[in-house]
């Protein structure tokens, strides 16, 4: 009995760390995902980060897009339409913020579903601190 509890308390550390682990090789595959699809080109994860040309970001960073979007339940939908066909210049609820005023579609770069996922990654990151 003491043998198998001490079995126990050795393996509880390494159970609690495997969703940190997931969760760093899910962020992992999806910062490689969005590379892929070229995201980064106008986004970035963190506000305030500068892309390699030392400019601003296109488009909001995605901490912004997930405090924007917390609680909505149809966001993830929402989102996935708006990355799949593109945002309209006109009713830019980013405009001030950022230096692009509209999403260009992106149907040959990602597949719906791989914009769902990104999305869904997306909208999971913890609040801006």
Same mark, same amino acid.
């Given at each position: 009995?003491?043998?198998?509890? /001490? +079995? +126990?308390? !050795? !393996?509880?550390?390494?159970? +609690? ?5 997931? !969760?760093?090789?899910?962020?992992? %595959? ?13 986004? &970035? ?12 970001? %296109?488009?909001?960073? $995605? ?11 149809? !966001?993830?939908?929402?989102?996935? &339409? ?11 609820? $980013?405009?001030? @913020?950022?230096?692009?005023? #509209? ?11 791989? #914009? @769902? @996922?990104? %999305?869904? $990654?997306? /909208? ?6």
């Amino acid at each position: 009995m003491t043998r198998t509890l /001490l +079995l +126990l308390a !050795a !393996a509880l550390p390494v159970a +609690l760390a495997q969703p940190a682990l997931a !969760a760093n090789d899910n962020d992992a %595959v999806m910062k490689a995902l969005a590379s892929k699809s070229g995201c980064f080109t106008c986004h &970035h994860i963190e506000p305030g980060s500068k892309g390699p040309n030392g400019m601003a970001p %296109v488009g909001p960073d $995605w901490q912004d897009v997930a405090d924007k979007y917390r609680g909505n339940p149809d !966001a993830v939908d929402a989102l996935t &339409h708006t990355v799949m066909t593109g945002s309209n210049p006109y009713a830019s609820h $980013w405009k001030g @913020r950022v230096s692009g005023l #509209a999403m260009p579609p992106n149907a040959v770069a990602v597949t719906e579903a791989d #914009a @769902r @996922r990104l %999305v869904q $990654w997306i /909208l999971s990151m913890p609040p801006k601190q």
